[in-house]
C-alpha cells in the first residue's frame, strides 16, 4: 500500500508508485533507441538521456525522519510558493493557514505525512489543468485532499494539486489508515504542487517562507505552540452575545 523504493537502476532507488510508467516509458524509449542506431546513431543517444531522465523523476531515497515533538514536516519536495491565511476546503474548522510548496520536474515527487496521525478524510476533485505555480491552480486544478487527526485531536490537511504536466495523481492512504511521521503515501506524476492546511485556532508557528527549498519528511514547515483556541467561526457569536449583555 505505502510503497518504499522496490527498485535501483544505475543506482537511482526508483518508486513503486511509478512502476506502471516505468515500465511503459522504458519499452518505448528502447525502441526508439534501436531505431535509432539502425537509421541514425544520435536519436539512440537522445532516448538514452531521456530514459535516464525518467528514472531520476521516479527516485524515492530514503530519508531518516527525525524532527522535534510537536514540529510538522515538509509533505512534498520543491520550494515554497506562498504562506498565507485563507478558507480551507474542508476538513478543517474555521480559517487556516496554506503553505504551498511547488514541485518542478527536478525535484523527487513522492508525498510524505507531515505528522503521525490518523487518516480521517480523502477526497478527490476533477478539475483543470493550470500551471501548478498560478493562483488558480490552487482553487480550479484536479485535486486530493488528505484530512489527518493527530494523537492529541488537532488536524491538519494535505491537498496534492494536479498541474499543466502532471496529469495523476496517487494518493494510496485511505479512510482508518494509521501514517507515521515522513511516511510515504503516495505521489503526483511530472510536477504539480502540495498544500498543507493548519488551524488558525491550533496556533502554529510557520517556520519557512516564500522561496525556501524543502524536502518531504525533512524540512520544518510549522511547529504548534501548545496552545489552542475556538475556531474563529466559534468566536463570532460569543462576542456578539458579550455585546448584548453589556447593553
Known amino acids: 500500500m505505502f510503497e518504499n523504493p522496490e527498485s535501483i537502476a544505475l543506482g537511482i532507488p526508483l518508486s513503486g508508485y511509478g512502476r506502471s510508467t516505468i515500465l511503459i516509458g522504458t ?48 509533505p512534498a519536495d520543491g520550494v515554497v510558493r506562498d504562506v498565507g491565511e485563507v478558507e480551507p476546503p474542508g476538513f478543517i474548522e474555521g480559517r487556516a493557514v496554506r503553505v504551498g510548496i511547488f514541485m518542478s520536474l527536478f525535484d523527487v515527487h513522492v508525498n510524505r505525512s ?18 501548478a505555480r498560478s493562483e488558480a491552480a490552487a482553487t480550479q486544478n484536479e485535486h486530493n485532499l488528505l484530512g489527518l ?5 488537532r488536524k491538519i490537511l494535505v491537498n496534492q494539486v494536479a498541474g499543466v504536466i ?6 494510496r492512504a485511505s479512510v482508518g489508515d494509521v501514517l507515521k511521521k515522513g511516511q510515504r503515501f503516495g505521489m503526483i506524476k511530472f510536477g504539480s504542487r502540495v498544500e498543507l ?20 519528511g ?23 452575545a458579550e455585546d448584548a449583555k453589556q447593553s
Open 149 to 153: 487527526a493527530l494523537e492529541d485531536g
Open 218 to 240: 525533512q524540512s520544518v514547515l510549522a511547529t504548534w505552540c501548545g496552545r489552542r483556541t475556538a475556531p474563529a467561526t466559534d468566536q463570532v457569536p460569543q462576542a456578539a
Open 197 to 216: 492546511y493548519l488551524p488558525l485556532a491550533d496556533q502554529y508557528s510557520v517556520a519557512v517562507r516564500p522561496g525556501d527549498r524543502v524536502k518531504a
Open 114 to 131: 507531515p505528522a503521525a496521525g490518523t487518516v480521517r478524510w480523502v477526497s478527490h476533485h476533477p478539475g483543470s489543468f493550470h500551471d
Open 27 to 74: 519499452a518505448l524509449l528502447l525502441a526508439g533507441a534501436v531505431l535509432g542506431l539502425l537509421f541514425f546513431w544520435p536519436a539512440a543517444v537522445l532516448f538514452g538521456l531521456l530514459w535516464v531522465a525518467l528514472l531520476a523523476f521516479f527516485r524515492d531515497p530514503e530519508r531518516s525522519v527525525q524532527s522535534p515533538p510537536h514540529a510538522l514536516l515538509s
Open 166 to 171: 502532471a496529469r495523476r495523481i496517487v494518493c
